[in-house]
């Protein structure tokens, strides 16, 4: 069974600039959450995807955006970027109606 | 929205002691959830939890579901040098969206 993969690994961006951050399901799961995790701190919730569409968002600007693919896997987008969005970048699976959720390896953004 | 307060923020382990930590809520919750994450890593899940009152365990880990569904507590028995990590209490009361807890960092004593 293969877990949650995500890429880049680690990023460096200029403020202003755009990122898009990419995640594969674990296997069986349909449902995917972004998460951003500040140093320090506990993960926190952007948005969640099941069925290609936006089912359930945070407290993230608009400029946070996402897509679901057919295949399950999706795309965190992060427009107009600043200082602050530097944080690890962590992507979930779950089965629709479940409640574990499980979490791939992140993303290190970095915005200079 | 509901707070998750764990504590303590972060305690230092011998290899041998038991580790106990806990984490309060607001509210009450349907579920806990127990993740354990290692630098540089993502979260992974140790313990699920889904009735007050519920006692369960994984390996060294035994984690409990308190009767008024406000708390939660994770013991770890007999602990080792790789159980060093930060452990996060989790709810996912809303049916998506997980709500965690500060963490609790555990260290080894130096």
């Known amino acids: 069974e293969t877990g949650v993969t995500q890429s880049p690994t680690h990023l460096i961006k200029t403020r202003g600039q755009q990122v898009t951050l990419r995640c594969s399901s674990q296997s069986g799961h349909n449902t995917v959450s972004w998460y951003q995790q500040a140093l320090g701190q506990g993960p926190q919730f952007i948005f969640q995807y099941y069925r290609e569409e936006e089912n359930g968002r945070g407290n993230f600007p608009p400029r946070f955006s996402g897509l679901q693919f057919p295949n399950y896997s999706s795309e965190l987008n992060v427009n107009a970027l600043e200082l602050d969005d530097s944080a690890l970048y962590l992507c979930a699976s779950s089965r629709q109606g479940k409640y574990e959720q499980y979490f791939g390896p992140g993303t290190r953004l970095t915005v200079t | 929205g509901q707070q998750l307060n764990q504590s303590p923020q972060s305690m230092f382990i011998q290899e041998g002691e038991d580790v106990s930590m806990n984490c309060t809520s607001s509210?009450?919750?349907?579920?806990w959830l127990w993740y354990k994450q290692d630098p540089g890593e993502g979260p992974v899940l140790l313990i699920a939890l889904y009735k007050a009152g519920e006692l369960t365990s994984n390996g060294r880990l035994t984690a409990q579901f308190g009767i008024t569904r406000k708390d939660s507590f994770l013991n770890i028995s007999a602990s080792i040098p790789s159980d060093v990590g930060i452990y996060f209490c989790a709810d996912n009361n809303a049916g998506n969206m997980l709500t965690f807890g500060g963490g609790t960092r555990l260290m080894v004593k130096p």
């Open positions: 509210s009450i919750f349907n579920t």
